[in-house]
């Protein structure tokens, strides 16, 4: 049944021996992890987790997170992050924790061919300046975080319709957009 959905399933965490059992599932196509479930299981040296991670996920996609907070630092650490792995996609936040905007910072990725997982999407005003700003050769990840729309007393389900619309205007080179939520 699930086979038959247009959905793609990435599994979230950071338990490599999880992550590990999860690659056999044909039903995962991908993996996502970020900071603070690094921080929960004890991890204190992120390239070696993301190596080891590398290692046992088939080259399926990975996603791992930036933690800079400024822009600068931040695209530094993205560089460093996609330069670990071919099939590693890079988890930008649509904005860091001083509200600044990081629309620039994934242009330049993209056009870098880099692969960004553009997380914390929560407004449609906020997706259509992501995809305004994508390289449409280089494909990418809009994570809007349903969850949390649904948590503020929103239909989660209109901004979804709404935002696989506004996606599928510039396709991506694999011929379609992931949308993910959380």
Do not use: H
Not at 86 to 93: A, G, L, S, T
Not at 128 to 139: D, I, Q, R
Not at 156 to 166: F, H, L, N, S, Y
């Amino acid at each position: 049944m699930i086979d038959k959905l247009n959905v793609k399933i990435f599994a979230d965490g950071a338990d490599i021996k999880n992550i590990e059992e999860l690659c056999k599932n044909p039903l995962i196509e991908g993996f996502t992890t970020n900071p603070s479930l690094m921080k929960k299981k004890g991890i204190l040296d992120y390239k070696k987790f993301a190596i080891d991670v590398l290692k046992v996920t088939d080259d399926k996609p990975v996603s791992f997170e930036i933690f800079a907070d400024d822009l600068d630092d931040m695209e530094k650490q993205a560089n460093e992050i996609a330069s670990w792995g071919k099939n590693i996609n890079v988890k930008i936040p649509i904005t860091n924790t001083k509200g600044e905007k990081t629309n620039e910072l994934i242009k330049k990725l993209s056009n870098k061919k880099i692969i960004c997982n553009v997380t914390a999407i929560l407004t449609i005003d906020q997706l259509k300046s992501v995809v305004e700003v994508l390289n449409s050769e280089t494909p990418a990840i809009l994570s809007i975080f349903a969850g949390r729309i649904a948590d503020a007393g929103f239909d989660p389900m209109k901004t979804m319709t709404e935002a696989v619309k506004i996606a599928k205007s510039k396709p991506f080179s694999e011929g379609d957009t992931v949308l993910y939520s959380q």
